[in-house]
């Protein structure tokens, strides 16, 4: 059964670099996007962006900038890393899965909180 | 930024009917398929409808989904105690390549 787990730090101060870690258990890269959604406190989901198993990224317009999500195919892991970070980015971080040709997101990640605060 | 639309809440006895809207454009519902999201507080959200009216196995057949023109909606049928939670819909969105965009959610209340 393919698990996804995501670690990363957990608190930040502003101006500082996010990162985390998804892993994929179980399962391959191969077919798939793989994405990080988050939900800040009290709001919805927001999508971030995704990469396939080839490379190739999409990303959010509005964190373009900052984002920058890639892919380490031995280990069979995907990270984000959102630079420059304000108290506007304190949420919980989902990895996800979905098939390249389909839209739903089938498999996710636990979550990881990540706050931003000085 | 969500750029989909839905009702802040909605709430119901055990037994009823709860329909949520979703409200967007010809550039994501108008021109591609809905995707509907259950989730439970401190969880990650759990696929419940795709290609609109689709429900992945395992999820219970009180749930349907339609969608007509640039708006969707879901239903849960003879409302039950497990069915609080939040609601997102989904969707592709053309207006940039693989942007995909979320609903503001629905917290379902059930009294």
């Known amino acids: 059964q393919v698990q996804l787990q995501q670690w990363g730090a957990g608190l930040l101060k502003p101006s500082e670099t996010l990162s985390l870690t998804c892993a994929v258990y179980g399962g391959s890269f191969k077919n798939y996007y793989w994405s990080w959604i988050r939900r800040p406190p009290g709001k919805g989901l927001e999508w971030i962006g995704e990469?396939?198993?080839?490379?190739?990224?999409n990303y959010n317009p509005s964190l373009t900038s900052r984002l920058t999500i890639s892919l380490d195919t031995p280990r069979n892991q995907i990270s984000l890393k959102l630079r420059s970070v304000t108290a506007a980015d304190t949420a919980v971080y989902y990895c996800?899965?979905?098939?390249?040709?389909?839209?739903?997101?089938?498999?996710w990640g636990q979550g990881t909180l990540v706050t931003v605060s000085s | 930024q969500s750029v989909l639309t839905q009702p802040p809440s909605a709430s119901g006895t055990p037994g009823q009917r709860v329909t949520i809207s979703c409200s967007g454009s010809?550039?994501?519902?108008?021109?591609?398929?809905v995707i509907w999201y259950q989730q439970f507080p401190g969880t990650a959200p759990r696929l419940l409808i795709f290609?609109?009216?689709q429900l992945p196995s395992g999820v219970p057949d009180r749930f349907s989904g339609s969608k007509s023109g640039t708006s969707a909606s879901l239903a849960i049928s003879g409302l039950q105690s497990e069915d609080e939670a939040d609601y997102f819909c989904a969707a592709r969105d053309d207006s940039l390549t693989g942007l995909y965009v979320f609903g503001t959610g629905t917290k379902v209340t059930v009294l």
């Open positions: 010809s550039s994501n519902i108008g021109s591609n398929t």
């Open positions: 290609d609109s009216t």
């Open positions: 996800a899965r979905r098939l390249l040709w389909f839209s739903q997101y089938d498999l």
């Open positions: 990469i396939n198993h080839s490379g190739s990224t």
